[in-house]
């Protein structure tokens, strides 16, 4: 049973900084990727970042140049510093897996990330 822990939100001023964690464990297969989805009220969710098994990495536009994605040496820990925050970045952020031949997707649990103006 993979599991998907979460942590790091919060509410912070605009300008502000703060870290994402996500810890995954349970899984026997290897993870082809770690990425990071928000989903803001009344929005569909949308991908933000992700980190693929070889180290490459992709943002979403709106984010490029503010966040970077990065995980721990035995990747399996993937975060998200997240700098200059706007309060557009206002959302629920989802970590989110991508594990073994077959690519089956896991999905944390959601932390909330508020940006005061």
């Known amino acids: 049973q993979v599991q998907l822990v979460e942590s790091g939100g919060g509410l912070v001023q605009a300008g502000g900084s703060l870290r994402l964690s996500c810890a995954a464990s349970?899984?026997?297969?290897?993870?082809?990727?770690m990425g990071w989805y928000r989903q803001a009220p009344g929005k569909q969710r949308e991908l933000v970042a992700t980190i693929f098994s070889g180290g490459n990495t992709n943002y979403a536009d709106s984010v490029k140049g503010r966040f970077t994605i990065s995980r721990d040496n035995a990747k399996t820990t993937v975060y998200l510093q997240m700098n200059s925050l706007k309060p557009e970045d206002t959302a629920v952020y989802y970590c989110?897996?991508?594990?073994?031949?077959?690519?089956?997707?896991?999905w944390g649990q959601g932390t909330q990330v508020t940006v005061s103006s």
């Open positions: 349970g899984s026997r297969f290897s993870i082809n990727a």
């Open positions: 989110n897996v991508n594990i073994g031949t077959f690519g089956s997707r896991y």
